[in-house]
């Protein structure tokens, strides 16, 4: 069974710095690419960052430059360090496993981030 553990949200004021973390179980993770979303009310859910297996990002254009993806192997674990936060960051964050470019199974329970002053 797939599962997903997304933490490290919070509040954060503008132009501060949060880093989230995803741990999986039941996957082989080094194989799997994954992905950060994030979504807010009544929106969809939308792409943040993606990471492949051999750890090549890539970023929707409105976080290139501040956000970074990255991953660890050997903890299972995806990264998403989020610098210079906006308020328009706020949203609850989920990470996912990608086949084929798209979201594939179980999400997590997401982590709330608030950017407000």
């Known amino acids: 069974q797939v599962q997903l553990v997304e933490s490290g949200g919070g509040l954060v004021q503008p132009g501060g710095s949060l880093r989230l973390s995803c741990v999986a179980s039941?996957?082989?993770?080094?194989?799997?690419?994954m992905g950060w979303y994030r979504q807010t009310p009544g929106k969809e859910r939308e792409l943040v960052a993606t990471?492949?297996?051999?750890?090549?990002?890539n970023y929707a254009d409105s976080v290139k430059g501040r956000f970074t993806i990255s991953r660890d192997n050997a903890k299972n674990t995806v990264y998403l360090q989020m610098n210079s936060l906006k308020p328009e960051d706020t949203a609850v964050y989920y990470c996912?496993?990608?086949?084929?470019?798209?979201?594939?199974?179980?999400w997590g329970q997401g982590t709330q981030v608030t950017v407000s002053s």
């Open positions: 996912t496993r990608l086949v084929r470019g798209l979201p594939f199974g179980s």
């Open positions: 039941g996957i082989i993770f080094s194989i799997n690419a």
């Open positions: 990471i492949t297996s051999g750890g090549s990002p």
